[in-house]
């Protein structure tokens, strides 16, 4: 039997983990786990429609009026929604041909938290809103309408963050010391009387004041305390800048490189320019 190769566009991190041996697995296999067929097409628009109607259901029952008045017919829609979802995970792990490897992959592990929540809130309704999980499944509508070009943009996006990580790492330090001496220095100035209780609720104000969010619970009522946040939220204004600058710098680099990329005429190797 011939193995059909994989799509073009499918990016990486989604290629199936082996389709297996056997003509109802590999039959099963192309339906689940393929987007290229009419069946396997139809079944993840199915499964995502599936998955948009329990997250509705799920949001609905939250509403304490509609909880009251459809909440039995919202229990059985979960319950049979939670049915299925076991079926297709079942399905998935025995149509794989390494089973074990999927179940510990992403969506593997994304697929089990999916059904566990119903089953745990069973014995502990406080738990009932962890199926909201499910909204991690609709990742998959990437390769059903094959957005092949999105993805690729996405990993390009992924890979600039990870090779400015270890600059983000040091800025994000030197804001952490930025905000560990302003909500010290603010705890000194103004004190408990004014609503900065301890060094830990000044920090909490120096962040939200830093980030220019400002909830305004907390507020500095003596002039050196004023004229301090004066600073802080001067000193916002560049450290939101900073991040995006890191980022969109390495994004550039990688684009120049890729672009300055070429081909062999003779056979088709991408070469690299000398740097």
């Known amino acids: 039997?011939?193995?059909?190769?994989?799509?073009?566009?499918?990016?990486?991190?989604?290629?199936?983990?082996?389709?297996?041996?056997?003509?109802?697995?590999?039959?099963?296999?192309?339906?689940?786990?393929?987007?290229?067929?009419?069946?396997?097409?139809?079944?993840?628009?199915?499964?995502?429609?599936?998955?948009?109607?329990?997250?509705?259901?799920?949001?609905?029952?939250?509403?304490?009026?509609?909880?009251?008045?459809?909440?039995?017919?919202?229990?059985?829609?979960?319950?049979?929604?939670?049915?299925?979802?076991?079926?297709?995970?079942?399905?998935?792990?025995?149509?794989?041909?390494?089973?074990?490897?999927?179940?510990?992959?992403?969506?593997?592990?994304?697929?089990?938290?999916?059904?566990?929540?119903?089953?745990?809130?069973?014995?502990?309704?406080?738990?009932?809103?962890?199926?909201?999980?499910?909204?991690?499944?609709?990742?998959?509508?990437?390769?059903?309408?094959?957005?092949?070009?999105?993805?690729e943009e996405f990993q390009f996006l992924a890979q600039a963050f990870a090779d400015s990580r270890r600059k983000i790492f040091v800025f994000l330090s030197a804001v952490m010391t930025a905000v560990i001496i302003s909500g010290t220095l603010m705890y000194v100035a103004e004190g408990p009387e004014n609503g900065f209780t301890s060094i830990p609720v000044s920090i909490y104000w120096a962040v939200t004041t830093m980030t220019t969010v400002g909830f305004g619970d907390i507020t500095p009522h003596t002039a050196s305390g004023r004229v301090m946040a004066t600073v802080i939220m001067l000193l916002g204004w560049g450290v939101l800048a900073v991040p995006t600058g890191i980022v969109t710098a390495e994004m550039t680099l990688r684009h120049t490189r890729r672009e300055s990329t070429r081909s062999c005429p003779h056979c088709g190797k991408r070469v690299y320019p000398m740097t």
Do not use: H
């Not at 990486?12 to 039959?27: D, E």
């Not at 089953?119 to 991690?136: G, Q």
């Open 1 to 151: 039997m011939r193995v059909p190769p994989a799509s073009a566009s499918t990016p990486p991190s989604f290629q199936p983990l082996g389709r297996p041996s056997g003509p109802w697995r590999g039959r099963l296999y192309d339906i689940i786990f393929e987007s290229d067929t009419p069946a396997g097409r139809a079944f993840d628009i199915g499964l995502m429609l599936l998955i948009l109607a329990s997250l509705v259901v799920v949001m609905l029952d939250s509403v304490p009026s509609l909880a009251t008045r459809y909440g039995a017919l919202f229990d059985a829609f979960e319950w049979g929604v939670t049915a299925l979802f076991t079926l297709e995970y079942v399905l998935r792990i025995s149509c794989v041909r390494r089973p074990f490897k999927y179940a510990l992959s992403f969506f593997g592990i994304v697929d089990l938290l999916s059904v566990a929540p119903t089953y745990i809130a069973a014995f502990n309704p406080e738990l009932s809103l962890l199926i909201d999980v499910r909204v991690l499944r609709l990742l998959r509508i990437f390769r059903v309408l094959k957005l092949g070009e999105y993805m």
